[in-house]
């Protein structure tokens, strides 16, 4: 399954930056709003050690990490949803993401101009904020004015969806996102057409300077307490270094830079990872000769719908699947091996896959 991600800002934020850091895919950086006008995209690989311990057990010709797609998407401003500085066609490229990358400035810097001239996240987050809830207030209202014609006469579904539209708008009216709403999986069906910017899970980073990687700082602590009640992860990072962390080719060199900041790992890395926690993905593997390969899917997924992310023949003819926990794979180093020892369980339609499951699924067409 594709799986995509927009990060989104104020201009001067680092958005762009950040981008570089997470592709090969150089997206201009200047000092200046709207540099970024089409939105970039970038294929990044996920970050996952049980990928090598595959690889060197199985000797494959390939090994196929699973992906990730970043879109960085052009600075909103204030007045967005009226259509300023380009406002609607950046909240169109928003509405196909999954979820959004909030990149929140967590830095002073005289040589890089702030939109606003003064540095201030929860400002700039009510901005964004503000912008996106009045695009989803727009889409509701619109679709109330349709609704109410259908229901007046009557109609049952209409007049249920009616109500949906109207808690939905008087939450917005209250100045709050959608994601932070009480909803059911009825209701979310209702609404589902509309693509609501705020009601698509996110995760905040905060962009801080080279001193505040650590530790971070006010700005980051403030931001930290402003989104608690959105249940919303904030990670810090600082993008300028994480863009030199992914110049360097050699893992060696790479480890020596991160080991001069007192990190372990890059904050890009942590941020896809989050990524996937916030949308309840996890992987499973395929090993052979030929290719090691991750697949993602949804959390909870039964076996045959893990099946389709390879073929959708495989879903449709789905008999069952052979599953090595991958902690067997790696204690017995074969599929022979994993045989012999009862370790290769065969599972039907209503099996749960389980994050690191290696399967092979037989099927018939």
């Not at 901005?127 to 009557?154: F, H, M, N, Y």
């Not at 709403?181 to 009825?186: F, G, Q, V, Y």
């Not at 926990?325 to 599929?335: F, L, P, S, W």
Request: glycine fraction near 6%; hydrophobic fraction near 40%; aromatic fraction near 6%.
């Amino acid at each position: 399954m594709s799986l995509q991600c927009g990060i989104v800002g104020l201009p001067n934020v680092g958005k762009s930056t950040l981008f570089n850091a997470l592709s090969d895919a150089k997206a201009e950086s200047a000092n200046y709003p709207f540099c970024t006008i089409d939105p970039n995209v970038g294929v990044i690989s996920v970050p996952d050690k049980r990928l090598g311990i595959l690889e060197e057990i199985a000797n494959p010709q390939k090994v196929i990490p699973a992906v990730i797609e970043f879109v960085d998407i052009a600075g909103l401003v204030k007045g967005a949803s009226q259509g300023e500085g380009l406002g609607n066609k950046f909240l169109a490229n928003i509405r196909e993401v999954d979820a959004i990358i909030h990149v929140v400035r967590c830095f002073e810097d005289d040589n890089i101009v702030h939109v606003a001239g003064k540095v201030n996240p929860l400002e700039d987050k009510e901005v964004i904020d503000t912008e996106l809830q009045l695009k989803d207030l727009d889409s509701i209202e619109k679709r109330i004015a349709r609704t109410q014609k259908v229901a007046k006469s009557g109609d049952k579904t209409a007049k249920r969806e009616l109500d949906v539209l109207e808690k939905y708008k008087n939450h917005l009216e209250e100045g709050k996102s959608l994601r932070s709403i009480e909803t059911s999986e009825d209701e979310l069906e209702i609404v589902k057409e509309l693509y609501l910017l705020t009601a698509k899970p996110v995760i905040y980073l905060a962009n801080v300077d080279e001193e505040s990687i650590i530790d971070g700082n006010e700005y980051v602590e403030k931001l930290r307490n402003e989104v608690q009640h959105e249940n919303a992860q904030v990670i810090t990072v600082c993008a300028s270094v994480e863009e030199q962390i992914a110049s360097f080719d050699d893992p060696e060199e790479r480890e020596l830079f991160l080991e001069e900041y007192g990190l372990e790992e890059s904050g890009l890395n942590r941020l896809i990872r989050a990524s996937y926690a916030l949308l309840d993905l996890i992987t499973y593997f395929t090993a052979g000769e030929k290719e090691v390969r991750a697949w993602t899917i949804k959390r909870g997924w039964k076996a045959p719908q893990a099946a389709g992310v390879i073929h959708t023949d495989f879903e449709k003819g789905f008999i069952k699947a052979e599953v090595i926990k991958i902690n067997n794979y790696k204690k017995y180093r074969t599929e022979a091996a994993c045989r012999d020892a009862g370790k290769i369980g065969i599972e039907g339609k209503d099996y749960i896959v389980d994050d690191g499951d290696i399967m092979h699924f037989r099927f018939n067409v």
